[in-house]
């Protein structure tokens, strides 16, 4: 008996060796029909004995190449058309493409053996790749995914990859970006005036690496700056040449082996360190390395997941490897050749240049196993643009973000994509990435302006917001920060109507009544909304968002409120000239803001405990509170009571001040600090979801990195009963907030 099905699959199926696997799993259960790219996804016709075509629907889940991630499937029975053969047709284009772009994955198993295998067309070939490995987003131009889409359309293939590339029963079939060295690009060594292409760069550039030098090595989506980790004079070289003071650089090791000696991992954090996405994850570091991360006690650990990473190894580069991303200061990644030797010049000994172009920049991701589970820290390789939920608006959807760790979230058929991480607007190289890559999106999915509603932060000077406000778009709408936020954990999880209370803690954002907000309590639904119900007791600040590169400064605002206070310039505070005019701005009402930041209070208590210099990159302080804090083992705590919907500081900065003059450790301090807010929070969510008969807690904003704070307040709320969610998909930083506006704004839409 013939029977016959037509079936659709949406999700991340396409360049990632979908259609072959669908065609050799017909031929296994002997069915007829075809299978094409549509731009609704992969769809197939099959026809044969019943039960092969049950056993292929089963198994086209069940056994799907790695990569693939099915969103999606409809199965509907259809007419037997009495075919032949199975078949693999050409794409099609008709409407607006709802597939989903597959982010970039590691190089396979499969080809790193070919890759080392000295009898292979492909030996030591540094962009050896198939269809369950190598690069796709930074290499697609536009869609459907198919070579003359893809920056290696300038290289025709030859007979040899021509021939596997055709052949259904190759894992090279329809690999777009296949190649080999007589077809393919190469690598080159730029050194001062030489360019070198002869086959050993590779072992010429690991060499150098092994004698201090600094190199800059084109990767997937980007250029790193390369060198020896265990080289201290190379690495203080290195920061002293990126302008790039303190802020930690990330490793890339040998193996997972090498990996184990140096930080600790749990389970988690391994299986996040070799999953198919490959991010930086971060874990407590187990040897020091002077100058990769200065006063800071976890490493940044990665492992190779290009072919040339494995080659750089392989060929005797050192096993463990600064690799940083390559800019001056904190611009955006350089990708672009021309760019990259240009402004890197001064930084790189020697360039390791790749002939493929990057179409687009995709940094590394860092990640971190968390209290609450994986949390992203920053967003981009391996993770983008991956669709990330699905939320109910027809209408397209463009969600700008804020303006540090700016994202944007593009919304279309539904589909959130949450864009690479780009970087901090105020940076114009930042800003000019941030309007390419709202283009590119834009583009990627053929959405036009004219039927886009464009959402931004609610604060009137951000520089995303002056963008939405210059977009010649039908619709806009401003979100306010801290609620766009708790939007982006509950958006994650699909979650429209659970009530919660949201916890948004974070440096500083545009509040509802134009004060800086930042240590916030709120209380709804994503479908209905979220109203304010509690938040840290305000405080000035002197010199508004300014003041969040001085400790010093938010200390001033904090310590304002306090009755009385010590001379905070004499020791054991020692404060610099700026807290004192700092304190003249409150004294006279010049330049003050009002503000329930939390981020500035923990500013302040570093301050206190001896962080009185500049910050030189966002959090700084507050992570440098966090390492001191976790040398100490103390369970004391300070009072931090909740009063009338306030969480007052007050006591707990007089406090902090009495112990700090008996001469209590800085490290006990931090270590009380950071229970005290535990404490004082959990107190407060007691109430609060008490009094609106809540179970649900949301946590996110850039303090919920703190991952002591986190341990310190699991407990707690665990025994109020009270369960917790936290950001998985996107960061808690701001990362995460144009996920959070495109949610509130689809609902805001369909009220
Ligand atoms: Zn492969
Ligand atoms: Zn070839």
Redesign the pocket.
């Known amino acids: 008996m013939t029977s016959a099905r037509t079936i659709r699959v949406r999700g991340v199926v396409q360049g990632v060796g979908f259609r072959p696997f669908v065609y050799r799993l017909a031929r296994a259960n002997t069915l007829t029909g075809w299978v094409l790219n549509g731009e609704q996804g992969v769809e197939i016709f099959v026809e044969g004995a019943d039960a092969g075509l049950e056993e292929f629907v089963r198994d086209l889940v069940a056994k799907a190449p790695p990569a693939a991630n099915i969103a999606e499937m409809q199965v509907a029975r259809a007419e037997p058309l009495g075919l032949l053969d199975f078949t693999i047709r050409e794409s099609a284009h008709l409407n607006r493409p709802t597939v989903r772009v597959s982010p970039d994955l590691p ?2 198993d ?3 053996s070919e890759l080392l295998d000295s009898s292979n067309r492909r030996f030591h070939y540094p962009y ?7 690069p796709r987003y930074t290499v697609i131009l536009g869609l459907p995914y198919d070579r003359p889409n893809t920056t290696m359309n300038s290289w025709p293939l030859d007979a040899f990859c021509s021939a596997e590339y055709s052949d259904p029963d190759n ?1 090279r079939f329809h690999a777009q970006p296949v190649a080999c060295p007589e077809c393919g690009p190469l690598y080159f060594l730029h050194t001062g005036k030489q360019i070198d292409g002869g086959k050993d760069v590779i072992a010429k550039a690991a060499a150098m690496l092994r004698d201090g030098k600094i190199l800059a090595v084109k990767g997937l989506g980007g250029y790193h700056l390369a060198c020896d980790a265990r080289n201290a004079p190379t690495v203080a070289q290195l920061r002293e040449r990126k302008f790039r003071k303190e802020r930690p650089f990330a490793l890339m090791v040998r193996n997972l082996s090498i990996a184990r000696t140096i930080v600790e991992l749990t389970e988690d954090s391994e299986q996040l360190l070799t999953g198919v996405a490959r991010p930086i994850v971060l874990a407590p570091a187990k040897v020091e390395f002077p100058e990769v991360a200065p006063g800071n006690n976890e490493l940044g650990v990665m492992l190779p997941y290009t072919p040339l990473h494995h080659l750089l190894f392989e060929q005797g580069a050192p096993e463990i490897l600064v690799m940083t991303s390559a800019n001056r200061s904190s611009e955006p990644i350089a990708y672009e050749d021309e760019d990259a030797l240009r402004s890197l010049a001064e930084i790189a000994d020697a360039f390791l240049v790749g002939e493929r172009p990057i179409a687009r920049r995709v940094d590394d991701s860092v990640v971190r196993a968390g209290t609450f589970g994986p949390a992203i820290l920053r967003r981009s390789r391996g993770y983008a643009p991956a669709a990330v939920i699905t939320l109910p608006s027809q209408q397209p959807i463009l969600a700008l973000g804020a303006d540090l760790k700016n994202a944007v979230t593009l919304v279309v058929n539904g589909q959130a994509f949450v864009s690479q991480h780009i970087g901090d607007l105020d940076h114009f190289s930042a800003f000019r990435a941030f309007q390419e890559t709202s283009r590119d999106l834009l583009a990627m999915y053929e959405v036009r302006l004219d039927e886009l509603l464009v959402v931004h932060d609610a604060h009137p000077q951000y520089r995303s917001t002056t963008h939405a406000l210059s977009l010649p778009v039908p619709g806009r709408l401003a979100v306010q920060h801290h609620r766009a936020h708790i939007a982006s954990v509950l958006a994650e999880r699909g979650d429209w109507d659970t009530r919660v209370a949201g916890v948004s803690f974070d440096g500083t954002g545009y509040g509802d009544d134009g004060t800086i907000w930042g240590g916030e309590i709120f209380g709804g639904t994503l479908r209905s909304g979220f109203q304010r119900v509690a938040h840290l007791r305000p405080a000035l600040l002197p010199g508004g968002d300014a003041a969040a590169r001085y400790p010093v400064q938010a200390a001033a605002g904090f310590l304002s409120q306090l009755e009385t206070l010590p001379d905070l310039c004499a020791h054991p505070f020692d404060f610099p000239s700026r807290y004192r005019t700092a304190r003249e701005l409150i004294d006279r009402k010049v330049r003050c803001f009002q503000t329930t930041s939390m981020g500035r209070l923990f500013d302040t208590v570093a301050a206190l405990v001896g962080f009185t210099r500049e910050i030189t990159y966002e959090g700084q302080a507050a992570i440098w509170l966090e390492q001191l804090a976790k040398r100490s083992m103390t369970s004391a705590s300070y009072p931090f009571p909740f009063v009338e919907n306030e969480l007052d500081f007050r006591p707990l900065l007089s406090a902090v001040i009495a112990d700090r003059r008996r001469g209590e450790s800085p490290q006990k301090i931090a270590r009380s600090f950071q229970r005290a807010v535990a404490e004082g929070l959990a107190r407060a969510l007691r109430e609060v979801c008490s009094a609106e008969s809540m179970e649900t807690v949301v946590l996110s904003g850039g303090v919920f990195q703190n991952e002591l704070l986190l341990q310190n307040l699991k407990p707690l709320l665990e025994r109020n009963r009270l369960q917790v969610w936290t950001n998985h998909a996107v960061p808690a930083n701001d990362g995460g907030i144009s996920l959070g506006q495109a949610a509130l704004a689809a609902f805001a839409g369909v009220k």
């Open positions: 190089v396979c499969e080809c790193l050896i790749n198939c269809t369950n490995c190598g894992r």
